[in-house]
Nanobody, 123 residues
């Protein structure tokens, strides 16, 4: 059974950095779209970054391009989201997610997900 567990959230001032980690287990399908999405109060969820397990290719949303980086460890069991130059609008609950198969625009809406970790950015 798929299990994902996030850590690394917290409170930071604008311009600061955080690194989120996600330990995964039970990912037994041939390939997954892995990544992060976020949800702020009163807003729709937003896919932030994704990585295809088949070839390692990754992509980030335009809203975080140049500031956020997705990566995974050599054992391919831990996923990371490095967040630099954080902005107040990045405040949200961040979820690690995994969807069987290839990545597509709405991959995170049909995914397994962790419990989420809160990121709060203040001025």
């Amino acid at each position: 059974q798929e299990h994902l567990e996030e850590s690394g959230g917290g409170s930071v001032q604008a311009g600061g950095s955080l690194r989120l980690s996600c330990v995964t287990s039970g990912l037994t399908k041939n390939s997954y779209c892995l990544g992060w999405f976020r949800q702020a109060p009163g807003k729709d969820s937003e896919g932030v970054a994704r990585l295809y397990s088949g070839d390692g290719l990754s992509a980030v949303a335009d809203s975080v391009k140049g500031r956020f980086t997705i990566s995974r460890d050599g054992a391919r069991t831990t996923l990371y989201l490095q967040m630099d130059n954080l902005r107040i609008e990045d405040t949200a609950t961040y979820y690690c997610a995994a969807a069987p198969g290839i990545c597509h625009d709405n991959w995170y809406r049909v995914s397994f997900r962790g419990q989420g970790t809160q990121v709060t950015v203040s001025s």
